[in-house]
């Protein structure tokens, strides 16, 4: 993490107050442009890059539907995300270390806010997009972080499977 993301993320958390919850979150267009960081489970993708889009769909039964996707190293997939259910969730890319230490963090600060081209927040109803660039093999997780989900079993795979020549 680079030195301003990290003051950025500490003045963050000191401020954070109820006013931060994800259920009142607007979670809108962004108003910086997408900072592409590598990441080992890819980087942020192009939109006119997307070779497809692969529907997520959330639930309040803290399920993921699909919970197992497969996409070949160095495509960029729109992963769209449809909340089904009648809380607000979330789905967030990652490493199962990185999303289990995420996931204490949220419990610990349920209020906290947090918006990373990795990430897609959706009420109740609604869809979210990411738009990623599987660039590197390997086998990758994705969770919903919201305080409890994840603890509630709310967590899926993404094998990127080696570039074929």
């Not at 449809?82 to 969730?89: D, F, P, S, Y």
């Not at 738009?131 to 990758?140: A, D, Y």
Request: aromatic share 6%; charged share 25%; with cysteine.
């Amino acid at each position: 993490m680079n030195t301003i993301k990290f003051i950025a993320a500490c003045a963050l958390l000191a401020g954070a107050t109820a006013s931060f919850g994800h259920e009142g979150a607007t979670h809108g267009a962004k108003a910086a442009p997408v900072v592409k960081e590598q990441k080992e489970w890819g980087i942020a993708g192009d939109a006119k890059a997307v070779t497809r889009t692969i529907t997520l769909r959330m639930g309040d039964d803290m399920r993921f539907t699909p919970d197992r996707i497969e996409v070949r190293q160095g495509e960029t997939v729109r992963l769209r995300a449809q909340n089904k259910g009648k809380v607000m969730h979330e789905i967030v890319i990652g490493t199962k270390a990185e999303l289990d230490q995420h996931a204490d963090m949220m419990m610990k600060h349920p209020g906290m806010e947090h918006d990373e081209p990795y990430m897609a927040h959706v009420k109740p109803g609604q869809r979210g997009d990411i738009v990623w660039q599987f660039n590197r093999p390997g086998t990758f997780d994705f969770a919903c972080l919201i305080a409890g989900h994840y603890q509630a079993g709310m967590t899926g795979t993404i094998t990127v499977l080696p570039r074929t020549n």
